[in-house]
């Protein structure tokens, strides 16, 4: 599998989540565990551009796929993704528990629709749950994404991306 | 020219490392540490019979199974952390379980094993016999006292306690108007997005204890360490990372983890991690609000209050680790923005089988304010009055403070309102909710609150210059969420004339900032942001000594602005504050950073010793805020539902949220605490409810069927506020944490019987309940 680029051998353990395989084997602690049910969304990732619950997968399943996490939105030292940015901008986190998996689902959402209607925003994020915000500010942030495009990821020919996203 | 950072809506400083996934929250620390997983009891109410860890143990990749014979504080009881006189039967929890659980959920034995995995599978093998026994799990079913949650503690009752202001018997008797109202309130929990977690390392050469703890209060879990370990205090450090969402729960100590794993660390000669799953902190979480509440209020024609007397059960759970604050709470903030001449409350903390209960967000006072607020709408009407008129008759005026209501208060205190403007938020809430929307089913809900917050005893706080210029400041308490990093930097950029962005702000790390209490109780801002505040004005004074040496000014005609200390009037003559770092340590050797300056053949000479009398080196200070008395944010919410007529569907129209935390210190902030609050308590009131059945189960332990809200059910909220500054401390700040969740269960069931014409006297509601109370209706 690819994760953020790298490719990454699947694990020996057949049994182990993905959230747990990108967490205590690759390190890759930006991805969230809330739940390990699939309700909360804290674990979200991308599948092949497409947002997923990685507690819901077992690592293995993901052989042959390219997985983005949080970490590979924008690198170390570069600008933040635009949804990051807008995240940011808004105040749309407070612990910051819950916030990689909503980033991912935006990140997700914006691929697939860039000029989401009301609509399909409130779809888009209400896979997620956060007890900090209460919503209104990530509302807010999901719009001022927009205005802070091009989306470097993915979605309807806007280019290659990090990691060369879009639905398969 | 300085900016005034305090006011201002400062975007957070915090959020890059945690947007791009680099946050450090305790689950993400590891280096090798063994993983564990408790067996946990199924049963609400039993004896344990046995317990038979061998098969478990034999199993590979296990390195060890605790139960209470295992430990060598196996048979001590945990901490009762408020004692209180009035809590005559208090009864905490042993670390494990060894003859009897009294919850579904209390630890019985502890698996550690070179993985979650495996120490899960371990988990499973641990054959545990259990003899079942009768279940108290309503506080109803405690009071009748047929069956005992403790077998020494007659009719289920921790404690009692009678308190009253004036003569509400004679008041009552003599009353035009007197009305008997019960209320009851269930259980909620607070459900943080990330569960609790522990992780320990402990260096044996040196004898140091390292511990990272999703906590609310990680000084009092390193008192607590180096007591049960018998090290000194500096030998244990603790720290709260990045804690995922608090609420209160995080506040309670110890869980049994926060013992388990440091022991199992020193044991093992190997870091241990814990980390909760989501089901485990349905039951093994503390929860609160379960109570019930039977009130006689005597009233005038003009719907004036003259007398209330409450009589309520609170249900404290299984123990009593946290003392009896949350009713003490419930008992102080009942008569809230409202002149009660005559009060007179009672309580009964129940013992039931069912979890602990501690401070979740609103601590006692969404109940409280509920039974208030919905008293208020009965008077209403009962004298066919508008439901405002009523509220407006009976507030307390802007010209009557200090307010004292006279009833004991959670800090040893009595309750004195120190300042606020009731009759202005809610005049300001019905002017912002606007007209009445058209159409059918259509209701309106109000409620006004008072919280006391900021309480004590005290909290600490550092802060330095480095010779760079940039700053570092420290506090004891960790953030879970509330932007400390960013509105201390606010507090101390103003002091020290510098851009906020010079200032790091470390919070919740026993290494930086050894003392001070925790984050609970919304005192964040009024505790360490004046201890911030007191801290950095002592070092801008320490500046400006040293410079008036080094300018060769008077110390009064020197201000802090621009990252310099400068003359005033002559903003040329100045110092750089990196440079009077430099020169606050007068230094034989230079290392580099402009150090050259201090040494002994550059410094300026100057009388006496490098270091006067009395001189501390280095440009920093230690400073405390200890509040005199408690502050009291105050609010109006008021809003518009549709109530579907036969689903029961609840919409929201339009909700407004009035609210004076004094002084605001970052607006974005201060929207951000109140946006989270409303929706809690919007969950709270209509979709979470723990579903526990007559065992003693709960029936919903998961997120799939405790239903916290998504977007979809938070409507968009609209916020103004007043500000009537708190004259009990420098800033003038009262706390906003818990703001938002307050009145919220009120201003729904009064919109929702405004729309229904059910009378609503209990919380949570749904859609359910209101189909049941519709077919009592008819």
Known sequence: MKVNGVERAAPDDTRLLLSDHLRHELGLTGTHVGCEHGVCGCCTVLLDGAPIRSCLMLAVQAEGHELTTIEGLARDGAALHPVQQAFHE??????????????????????????????????????????????????RAVHRAMELSPLPLGGEGQGEGLQGGGRK | MTTRWFGAPVQRVEDDRLLRGHGRFTDDFDEGALECCFVRSPYAHARIKSIDATAARRMPGVVAVYTAADLPFGGVDLPLLIPHPNLTHGRTQRCLAAERVRYA??????????????????AELVDVDYDPLPVVITPEAALAGEHLVHDDVPGNVAAEMLQEVGDVEQTLQAAPHRKRLKFRYERAAASPMEGRAVWARWSAGDRKLMVYDSTQSPTSIRGGLAVLFGLPESNVEVIAPDVGGGFGPKIMLFYPD?????????????????????????TAVNQERGQVHEVEVGFDAEGRVLALSDDFIHDGGAYTPYGIILPIISAAQLPGPYRIPNYRVRFRDMYTNATPTSPYRGAGRPHACFVMERTLDAIAVDLHLDRVEVRRRNLIQAGEFPYEVGVAWQDGNTVVYDSGDYPTLLDKAIANLGPKPSGDNVGMGIGIYVEGTGVGPY??????????????????????????????????????GVDVGDVEVTSGDTRRFPWGVGTFASRGAVTAGNAMHVAARMVADKAKHIA?????????????TDGAVRVKGSPDRGIPLGAVAVLSNP????????????TQFAAQPREGPPLRDGEQPGLEATGYYSPPGSTWASGCHAAYVRVDPKTFRLEILRYVVVHDCGRVINPLVLQGQIEGGVAQGIGGAFYERLAYDADGQLRNASFMEFLMPYATEIPPIEIDHIETPSPLNPLGVKGAGEAGVIPVGAVLASAIEDATGFPITEMPLSPLKLYELSMLKK
């Not at chain 1, 749309?92 to 819950?98: E, I, P, R, T």
């Not at chain 2, 070179?114 to 899960?120: G, H, K, N, Q, V």
């Not at chain 2, 008036?548 to 020197?558: G, M, R, S, Y």
Request: net charge negative; glycine share 8%; aromatic share 8%.
């Open chain 1, 90 to 139: 808004c105040h749309a986190l407070q612990c910051g528990f819950c916030t990689p998996g909503f980033v991912m689902s935006v990140v997700g959402l914006l691929a697939q629709h860039p000029h989401p209607t009301t609509q399909q925003i409130e779809e888009g994020i209400s896979g997620n749950l956060c007890r900090c915000t209460g919503y209104a500010s990530i509302r």
């Open chain 2, 258 to 282: 926060e013992l388990l794993v440091p022991y199992a660390a020193m044991q093992h000669a190997r870091p241990v991690k814990w980390t909760e799953d989501r089901q485990e902190h349905f």
């Open chain 2, 459 to 496: 909290e600490g706080a550092h802060v330095q210059v480095l010779v760079s210029g940039k700053v570092v400041a420290a506090t004891g308490i960790p953030s879970q969420g509330q932007a400390h990093a960013t509105v201390w930097a606010q507090v101390v950029a103003d002091e020290l």
């Open chain 2, 548 to 560: 008036a040496d080094h300018l060769e000014a008077a110390v009064e005609d020197l201000e802090l």
């Open chain 2, 587 to 598: 230094v034989r050797y230079a290392f580099g950073g402009g150090t050259e300056a201090a």
């Open chain 2, 105 to 122: 959920g209390e630890a019985v034995a502890f698996v550690i094993a070179e993985s979650r995995y495996l120490a899960e599978d371990a």
